[in-house]
């Protein structure tokens, strides 16, 4: 059995005290053994003098998770989604965000697999049926390719300095329940690493690949319809031993934006999401401009709009690493006013001296508009197609010169907090296409292809162009 029912009970131990837990798939439930109930309050005491109390300080779950033996004698880790530990009539009780069931008993994992919607439609399952076969009387039949042969390869990437691999694959289930279909195909996502007991590395895998998927699907709004796990079995197999289930603020899947197409597909980043994959583990990957939901990504704010442009700030760095080429002039001239500035400062003091700094520092200083006319330069050629569709359709043509000192002026009113300053109308326009940007330079820094960029970020904004593959040379 992969679940329980309504509650799991059993026995965990905490703070070196082993309690009776109760969990109802919210809050677990910490009861003391009576020989440790006046220990385990003491947690919560402050002595000021002999035999005199008042309220201590707050008790904390410092591990990041805790592992309980069932009653039925199965294994469940625990995932608080708070380390503050509360207290009602002797009681302790911790929120929890996640946990792991075990079927049956391992000491070790190796792989952790994925199905989602999403994942259906970034790797569809039609991928998998070779052939179909209809006649008048109803016979119908579909014929699979091995579902082996599905298997992307494997692709390498790093998260906390151990090796792991991703590859998507398809499989088939049945169900013998009335309620749904007998047979069905899913993708999945599947991560393999070296042996582990490390429950929270597991974790932070599962962290990763959401924010991967929701990045394919520029909403955070994604689900996990099953998240596995597996032990080595013989000759290089896995065995799925139990499942992890997440309990924290679960969405609703957004099926409409997956009827639309409105997610890159893995054909367009083919052999690239590792790299994807490593930076959303190291950090590097922009996403906190990536809406909750489509419906709040249609609509902007001045926290959305200030979001938008750090993206684009932040993924101009990694793309051109060496800012935009000055012609020699300028270098001097720069260089010149440095010097000069640095000579006076050296002679100044107190606030002077810091005024004098700040010059200094901005004489380098690229601003926002000359990012974005470099940009438009160095990416037309494949975004124009999308600009210039999108600004004809709103009766204006697509300028980057004009859209830089726009969208520059406006994040400085949002920034400085200049409300009195009167919104620059078509700078809302001007973000829009700027969301396409941003994917066109991440997708850019991670290799692919001009026409695969193009398909991306058509189908993901739902732009409806036609792009022709013969473009790419």
Known sequence: ?????????????????????????EELRLIPPNDKKSEVEKWFMKELAPGVYTMGDPVYVEDEYLIGRCNEGIEIVLFPNSHNVGRINGVLRIGIGAYI???????????????????????????????????EDGYFAVETIPLKDTLTE?????????????????????????????????????????????????????????????????RKSVTFTDINLSAPFKESQHLQFAKLFILDNLPETEQQCLKDRRYIRYEHIKEKEHKILSDIASGLLYTRNIPNTYAQGRTIDAA?????????????RRLFPDGIKKKERTIKAENLVSETLKELQSKATGKAKDIYKHLIDGIHFTQLSSKIIHTGKELGTVVDIFG???????????????????????????????????????????????EMIVYAMQLKYYGVSDVNIQKAINSLFRQNILINDDEEK
């Open 388 to 434: 210039n569709r999108l600004y004809h359709l709103n009766g204006q043509e697509l300028k980057y010169s004009d859209m830089g000192l726009r969208i520059g002026k406006q994040r400085n009113n949002y920034a400085h907090g200049n409300l009195d300053q009167e919104f620059v109308g078509l700078s809302l326009l001007d973000l829009i296409y700027l």
């Open 304 to 316: 959305r709009f200030v979001m938008i442009t750090a993206a684009f700030e932040w993924e101009f």
């Open 154 to 218: 494997k692709q390498k990437f790093y998260v906390d300095e151990k090796e792991v691999t991703v590859q998507f694959g398809i499989i088939r289930k049945e169900k013998g329940d009335m309620s749904s279909p007998p047979f069905s195909l899913h993708s999945v996502m599947y991560f393999d690493f070296e042996d582990t007991d490390n429950y929270a590395f597991v974790f932070r895998l599962y962290n990763i690949a959401k924010v991967f998927v929701q990045y394919l699907n520029y």
């Open 1 to 25: 059995m992969y679940d329980f029912e309504n509650l799991a009970s059993g026995m965990i131990c905490f703070k070196e005290v082993n309690f009776t837990f109760v969990f109802d798939r």
């Open 101 to 135: 069931w075990k079927r049956i008993r391992s000491s070790v994992i190796n792989r952790i697999s994925f199905e989602s919607p999403e994942i259906d439609c970034i790797f569809p399952t039609k991928k998998a049926i070779s052939s179909k076969k209809y006649s």
